[in-house]
């Protein structure tokens, strides 16, 4: 093969059955996650680089003193939210990390796989229909570079 063979892996249909089911159970952990529009995310406060140590002094003033806040002030809110946002801090860190090694071995995968069709389909071209069983499989992939020779061809518009 041109390009080796990075991964050769067999993800079993029990394993997958079971990485799936264990997703199933983070995600019924926290049944409150929410989901924002691209208009509500552009609308939010952002964090910031500082923005936790700026709550979290936040909360150490309002937790010295409550008395200068605006009234109804809701400590136990505001608790929770610092609280929270530390916690899904660290499952975040933990899903973002998995993530990249999912999205990786996934294009790493999807890599080899194609420079072994790429292989196996030169050999198709050079059979030259000389094999009758492997014609229609041919004739699928010759599609594939049907498609890019058009598009290589077609003229470009002039700017």
């Given at each position: 093969m041109k390009n080796g063979n990075r991964i050769s892996e067999v993800f079993t249909d029990a394993d997958l059955k079971a990485v799936l089911a264990a997703l199933d159970t983070i995600e019924a952990k926290m049944p409150w996650l929410l989901t924002l529009t691209p208009d509500e995310s552009r609308g939010l406060r952002n964090l910031g680089f500082?923005?936790?140590?700026?709550?979290?002094?936040?909360?150490?003033?309002v937790r010295a003193d409550l008395d200068f806040t605006r009234r109804g002030f809701d400590l136990p809110e505001f608790e929770k939210d610092v609280a929270l946002y530390g916690q899904l801090g660290r499952v975040r860190?933990?899903?973002?990390?998995?993530?990249?090694?999912?999205?990786?071995?996934?294009?790493?995968?999807?890599?080899?796989?194609?420079?072994?069709?790429?292989?196996?389909?030169?050999?198709?071209?050079?059979?030259?229909?000389?094999?009758?069983?492997?014609?229609?499989?041919r004739q699928t992939m010759r599609k594939r570079y049907a498609r890019r020779k058009a598009t290589e061809a077609a003229p470009k518009p002039i700017a």
């Open positions: 500082d923005g936790m140590p700026f709550a979290q002094a936040a909360l150490d003033a860190a933990r899903l973002v990390g998995l993530t990249q090694k999912v999205v990786q071995t996934h294009q790493i995968t999807g890599s080899d796989m194609m420079v072994t069709a790429d292989d196996v389909y030169e050999d198709l071209v050079k059979d030259n229909g000389e094999t009758a069983a492997v014609q229609a499989p």
